[in-house]
């Protein structure tokens, strides 16, 4: 991809960003802020290219930590998430 | 380019769909019911990049098998590719995947902003992990050419002395490792901060902004620098700098500010992301740097907003470290007092109470306390409704969280906007916890440093109940709050949950 295709995709999406967040209530910004950690750690995919990469040594071992503490960031981010989204539960039947 | 020739077109298709995914994923949140299944999808979308990262990196051909048979180095390049790709990927997974997993688990709702700032503090480590390692080893990544006249068959061989990283890749790297950077130590010292590890009065270093603004300048010129000089010394002042600034520009803010600088940190996380998308020229990272950039950056405003501060204005710093002017004249005036059992006597009698929760609920872990009181006073045909202000608590939305988490109905629970006018009508304002955010004084005084901030009308109510610690304390803007001094005030000065907790004693 040539830099003007991946600026294009970069625009749109803060465009797309911009009106997205500001669609999410106002109640679930904790879990917007867990949630948007954990999907920024799509940069495990330039930890993983880094490490499986032949070539220098000291690269792949920075890459190796980077997946590592990418990855506590994925499983962390969702879990915390889903944590916390499943305790939101609207007003009970009196039955309940 | 040749990169582009590289990478195949399902590869390119898989890092959309797996954007996409992270776009759905946000879209779920806009309601508790549809959130769920956002945040699958979410994880799908991660799955789908890992997934096709794996399988094109990972299990790829080594690039050394078209290696001339006399590359003197060959072996050295090879050794052990095949260790790092099926054994220490997995355990590097498994290790950071496992500690994920058993901090979301254990993690205290009321430590939400302090995890946070640790996650966003790794998404920074993480950038200039692999920034470093895109300049250590730029081929890997396809942003360098071969200088000079090689060989054929050896592009791939050339010293690295005569590689040459692209120049645009240059500038994406080096913005990539800053943001980064910067990502990383802010977060560190506001994690700090909000754990309790360290102050949250603000630092002020003399000439700080001077000193700021000079070593921003540093950074930016040493990028462009960058382009015409690739050596480690550019590199790695870049990154030794943007280490030092995100540290100098959080310290002097306090903790009244942290919902914004949680916020910025939050965006920033998304640039570096972004930043690092560009340096390997993929979409499902610059997408999500995109998205994660704009929902960080929209927080603030909002946050910003919430508090009636512009933005440079807080990132500046210093709020909170001077007084008020009211203190001293705060130790004398006559405020009433009363026990659990006139508050709970009151609330008894009351057709509406709004509660208004801040962090100080949160400090004393009193939300479950609370929620006892609410369904004890439903119980006696009270409607019960819940007031959040936006910067309540240390992080956008901190108060929600804890609620739900004491099993409030999400649809008790109102923004500012859309209860305020309530007050007037309601019987009991249960102030609990909560300071800077009920002051009066933010649409009356002037020369209040909170002046124009939006409040909630809690004075408007017959009476208000307002939980405090002790009268010493002020809140975190360090102003005094008027409310207390009111007719229709009563202070019920305690900790949080054991006043709460006597109060349903009182009920029952």
Not at chain 1, 3 to 11: A, D, K, N, R
Not at chain 2, 45 to 62: E, K
Not at chain 2, 307 to 335: C, H, K, L, Q, W
Not at chain 2, 467 to 487: E, H, I, P, T
């Amino acid at each position: 991809m040539d830099f003007i295709s991946i600026l294009s995709i970069f625009v749109l999406a803060c465009f797309v960003g911009y009106y997205v967040v500001w669609s999410v209530t106002p109640a679930l910004h904790t879990p917007l802020m867990s949630v948007t950690n954990a999907i920024s750690s799509v940069i495990v995919v330039g930890a993983l290219i880094a490490s499986a990469a032949a070539g220098s040594a000291s690269s792949k071992w920075l890459g190796l930590l980077a997946v590592a503490l990418a990855s506590v960031n994925i499983f962390g981010g969702f879990a915390v998430t889903a944590r916390m989204l499943a305790m939101y539960k609207k007003r009970e039947r009196k039955d309940a | 380019m040749h990169e582009a020739a590289a990478t195949p077109a399902w590869v390119l298709l898989a890092y959309l769909i797996s954007g996409v995914c992270f776009i759905l994923a946000l879209r779920g949140l806009s309601s508790p019911t549809s959130s769920r299944r956002g945040n699958y999808i979410g994880m799908v979308g991660m799955a789908i990049a890992v997934v096709t990262t794996l399988v094109v990196h990972v299990g790829a051909t080594p690039i050394c098998v078209t290696a001339p048979a006399n590359d003197p180095t060959y072996g050295d390049r090879c050794a052990g590719g095949e260790f790092y790709s099926f054994v220490l990927i997995p355990l590097a997974i498994i290790i950071g995947g496992g500690i994920g997993l058993v901090t979301a688990r254990k993690i205290q709702m009321t430590a939400m902003p302090q995890l946070v700032a640790a996650f966003h503090s790794l998404v920074g480590m993480a950038a200039v992990l692999v920034g470093a390692a895109a300049y250590l080893n730029p081929e890997a990544f396809g942003i360098a050419q071969i200088a000079g006249s090689v060989g054929e068959g050896w592009t791939v061989y050339a010293p690295t002395a005569e590689i040459l990283i692209n120049p645009v890749s240059r500038v994406e790297m080096g913005l990539g490792i800053a943001i980064g950077a910067i990502t990383f130590s802010g977060s560190v010292i506001a994690f700090l901060k909000l754990n309790g590890n360290m102050s949250g009065k603000p630092i002020l270093l003399p000439l700080r902004h001077v000193i700021n603004l000079g070593i921003l300048a540093g950074i930016l010129g040493l990028i462009a620098y960058f382009t015409t000089d690739q050596s480690p010394w550019v590199f790695f002042t870049v990154m030794g700098l943007s280490f030092v600034i995100g540290f100098l520009l959080i310290i002097p803010i306090g903790g009244a500010d942290m919902p914004v600088v949680i916020s910025m940190l939050n965006s920033y996380s998304g640039w570096a992301a972004a930043a690092m998308g560009f340096t390997l020229h993929n979409s499902a990272m610059i997408i999500t740097g995109a998205l994660v950039g704009s929902s960080g950056a929209i927080l603030s405003y909002i946050m910003c907003r919430a508090m009636n501060r512009s933005f440079i204005s807080v990132i500046a710093g210093g709020f909170g470290a001077v007084s008020g002017t009211g203190d001293e004249a705060a130790i004398d005036r006559p405020y009433k007092r009363g026990s659990a059992e006139d508050a709970a006597f009151l609330m008894a009698q009351a057709d509406q109470v709004i509660i208004v929760p801040g962090y100080g609920m949160a400090v004393s872990q009193a939300q479950h306390a609370l929620r006892e009181m609410a369904d004890q006073l439903k119980a006696k045909g009270v409607r019960v409704k819940y007031a959040i202000h936006p910067v309540a608590g240390r992080m956008p939305g901190h108060m929600n969280v804890l609620l739900a988490e004491a099993n409030v109905p999400y649809d008790e629970v109102f923004e500012l906007e859309d209860i305020n006018s309530e007050f007037a009508q309601t019987d009991v304002a249960f102030v609990i916890g909560a300071n800077d955010v009920t002051n009066p004084a933010a649409k009356t005084d002037k020369s209040s440093p909170i002046y124009g901030m939006p409040v909630l009308d809690v004075e408007k109510a017959r009476t208000v109940l307002f939980v405090k610690r002790s009268m010493g304390g002020v809140g975190y803007a360090g102003v005094d709050n008027d409310l207390f001094y009111r007719d229709n005030t009563m202070m019920l000065l305690a900790d949080a949950k054991k006043m709460v907790e006597e109060i349903v004693k009182a009920l029952g």
